[in-house]
């Protein structure tokens, strides 16, 4: 799922992309990417929506917070 912010500033697109990641990833297996997009600035992406990440899209990642959850005990 990928989430997309109406904001005016480059920085306050990231920020906003990055709090949107963090909040995913404590209740994901999968890891949360921030992404670039000359048009959209930056957007969240889950990485649970691709099997693997298009190299269009990995090529793109400037930041990744890891999935919290864990099958593991």
């Known amino acids: 799922m990928a989430t ?3 904001c005016t500033s480059t920085s306050e697109r990231y920020f ?3 709090a949107v990641a963090e909040r995913r990833a404590l209740h ?3 890891d949360q990417h ?3 997009d000359r048009k959209l600035g930056y957007f969240a992406l889950d990485e649970g929506d691709y ?3 298009p190299a269009n899209l990995a090529a793109r ?3 990744t917070i890891h999935g ?3 099958d593991e005990y």
């Open 4 to 6: 997309q912010f109406e």
């Open 16 to 18: 906003n992309a990055l």
């Open 28 to 30: 994901s297996f999968f």
């Open 34 to 36: 921030i992404v670039e």
């Open 51 to 53: 099997n693997a990440l």
């Open 61 to 63: 990642v400037v930041h």
């Open 68 to 70: 919290a959850m864990s």
